[in-house]
């Protein structure tokens, strides 16, 4: 009996022991592997959200690129070019059509200045519930004090400044509902004269929170930072523009290590006793400054994981880890249970990267930017949906062809592609200069950003984002064609008739060549507005310009000065007679009746000619003459012709005295 109870005792003895060991050994077991399961989804969860935050990051640098550019673009047209240079009605007209153009067609943009260089407003349109008005003269401030227009004074010329985004002010105060606001500045400077004056464009901010909210899209908190640590946009409304209110920063007290780190770093994530941080830097200037402004002026963009979300604290509270814990005391069913849970979170992982990877796609197609992917070998992988109706293909009939052979305009004989190239130099390459072919084989040009894409294993082609350029090259034509022409007719204006009078008289004077000047004024027009309404002029106006331009011959020009007022150039004739019979062509073809919406009316014209030859001639004087005859003409009872003789002697004829 006693020998079977010692049996019995080390039996229970070594069971224990044996027990006691695998007890052990699956704890340590289960402990390791839910460290290691921990630190596999931090790491998952670092790099997913720090590829948020630079995606974000990103998209608010190109906002300010293209804002940068569309400033740059405006300060280097004629119009704002000349009126900085000569200050004159003229071109102040044109300046604030194209403000007012720029203003109509961007919803982001809320006022457009034209300063002097000493900071006094010269030309101020702004935007209002989307109506564009201008501000009159008595209107306009002197800005000389306000720190963006010393700044944007300070610059080189091509330089942009762009101001520290934050709330509106007027008269001292916040305005309230609040309006974010950033300013973009740059320099026009006239070589020739010295002048110098300031283009300043004011863009909304929720512009760039909505890019911001938008990429940070997800389940965890997302701060905005300026580069001081306060908070611009975060998940409580209460935190944010504290520094417009001289008020402490909010972050920095409630997280003070990892603030220190976040203004450190440009890039990388800290944990703290309160949770992970992943942040990105946002360099606002990195396109349009020196490095070291650049550098100077930043943003963050914080994704903040809260400690009681993170893997490490939230697995060991589910209740069936452990019940796993207990009813592990087989070893084997243990280590069985824990593999399968370790290839089902595996699964889990994976699908959640799966799920991570469509949902950033899933921003890129929502994008204003066509974006196209393309593996080493130039074959097409991947195409967003503004890609697809940009170029009129479907992303199905792309994918696997090379995009040299199907959208790229590119010399197939030629192996060096800048965009392909990016692989081999690592650089971003942007260009304004690059062309795409659409479905219809229609080219068009394109902006273009092209950036390696990398992975640990290496190359894996190369990203492309785009934009039609299209509507802004012919933007552009428009507002340079409206610098010469009459916006009402289409007829040249009197900056063309200059030029081309310049060259009449030239020749005039070294070939001893008559021209002729005809000032025609229409009789009767008022009462045809009165009557019918200004619409109704405006209609007559252009018919009578058609007619004046089919009795005329190809060389010579018809201008419209404005109102019911015409000049016709006759840069050679052969007399007096010659010019007349042109005259009474257009007497005849103008007094003809004119069908309007409303009745049919008639007016007639009064045409005042100088014939003027020799090398004394002057565009004022040969001008003045007719203006003269024209006068004369219309006293004698107008729907008449007059003619004056400007004749100076000519160059053969000084020589042969």
């Known amino acids: 009996m ?25 704890t340590l077991m289960v402990y390791g592997a839910l460290q290691y399961q921990a630190a596999l989804q931090i790491d998952d969860l670092k790099v997913a959200e720090q590829a948020k935050t630079r995606m974000t990051s990103g998209l608010l640098e190109q906002v300010f690129e293209y804002t940068a550019n569309d400033l740059l673009a405006i300060a280097s047209l004629p119009a704002a070019v000349r009126f900085n ?71 080189s010329e091509g330089e942009v400044y762009v101001s520290p985004l934050d709330l509106n002010v007027e008269n001292g105060q916040v305005e309230v509902p609040y309006k974010p606001m950033i300013r973009f500045g740059t320099r026009v400077v006239d070589e020739g004269s010295g002048k110098q004056g300031l283009v300043v464009l004011n863009m909304k901010g929720e512009a760039l929170l909505d890019t911001f909210e938008t990429g ?79 550098e100077q002026y930043t943003w963050k963009t914080v994704s903040f994981i809260p400690s009681s979300a993170l893997p490490s604290s939230t697995l060991l509270s ?76 479907d992303a199905n009939d792309l994918v696997h062809k090379r995009g040299h052979e199907v959208f790229h305009v590119h010399e197939q004989d030629n192996p060096d ?12 390459y942007r260009s304004k200069d690059e062309e795409f072919r659409r479905k219809d084989e229609s080219t068009i040009p394109v902006i273009l950003n092209a950036a390696p894409l990398t992975s640990d294993t290496g190359d894996e082609g190369v990203v492309i984002s785009f934009q039609d350029f299209s509507e802004i090259k012919e ?78 011959r190809e060389t010579d020009t018809v201008v419209r000065m404005g109102g019911d007022e015409f000049i016709v150039l006759l840069p050679e004739v052969s007399s007096t007679e010659n010019a007349k019979v042109v005259a009474e062509k257009i007497l005849a073809a103008v007094s003809q009746p004119v069908v309007l919406p ?28 007719a203006d003269k005859a024209m006068y004369e003409a219309k006293r ?9 003789e400007y004749l100076l002697p000519s160059n053969d004829a000084d020589r042969q005295s």
């Open 598 to 625: 409303l009745g049919v009316a008639r007016v007639g014209v009064s045409i005042g000619i100088t014939i003027a030859r020799g090398a004394g001639l002057t565009i004022e004087g040969v001008m003045q003459s």
């Open 318 to 393: 589910h209740s069936w880890v452990v019940g796993f814990y207990i009813i592990g005391v087989l070893l084997t069913l243990v280590i069985s249970f824990y593999t399968h849970f370790l290839i089902h979170k595996r699964r889990e992982l994976r699908r959640a990267n799966v799920q991570q990877s469509k949902r950033f796609w899933k921003i890129s197609s929502v994008l204003g930017d066509g974006l196209i992917v393309m593996d080493k070998y130039g074959v097409l992988t991947y195409m967003n949906p503004e890609a697809e109706r940009i170029l009129g293909w």
């Open 417 to 428: 592609c800048s965009v392909m190239e990016v692989m081999k130099t690592r650089q971003l």
């Open 475 to 552: 933007y552009q034509e428009t507002i340079h064609s409206l610098a010469f022409q009459d916006s009402l007719t289409g007829l040249p204006n009197r900056r063309v008739l200059e030029d081309r009078m310049q060259l009449a008289i030239a020749l005039s004077g070294r070939h001893a060549r008559h021209l002729g000047l005809m000032f025609l004024d229409l009789d009767h027009f008022k009462q045809v507005n009165d009557t019918y309404g200004h619409d109704a002029g405006d209609i007559l106006l252009k018919e009578i310009a058609e007619r004046l331009e089919r009795n005329v």
């Open 216 to 294: 940070m899209a997800g389940s965890y908190p997302a701060f905005l930072l300026n580069d001081e640590g306060h908070i611009i946009a975060g998940p409580d409304e209460n935190d944010e523009w504290g520094f417009m209110f001289g008020l402490p920063s909010s972050f920095a007290r409630d997280f003070p290590e990892a603030l220190e780190r976040i203004l450190t770093d440009d890039y990388g994530w800290i944990e703290t006793s309160k949770g992970l941080f992943v942040y990105e830097t946002v360099h606002p200037l990195k396109q349009s400054q020196s490095s070291q402004l650049a």
């Open 2 to 26: 006693e020998i079977t109870f010692l049996k019995e005792k080390g039996f229970v003895k070594s069971a224990l022991t044996t027990g006691l060991v695998c007890v052990l050994v699956f």
């Open 85 to 155: 240079s000569g200050r004159s009605e003229e071109w102040k007209e044109a300046l604030q059509t194209v403000f007012r153009v720029q203003l109509a067609q961007k919803n982001d943009y809320s006022q457009l200045r034209f300063l002097d260089h000493d900071g006094t407003e010269l030309v101020r349109l702004e935007k209002t519930n989307q109506r564009v008005f201008n501000r009159q003269d008595t209107a306009m401030q002197f800005k000389g004090e306000r720190y963006y227009v010393i700044e944007t004074a300070a610059l």
């Open 636 to 644: 004698r009872g107008k729907n008449q012709i007059y003619v004056n």
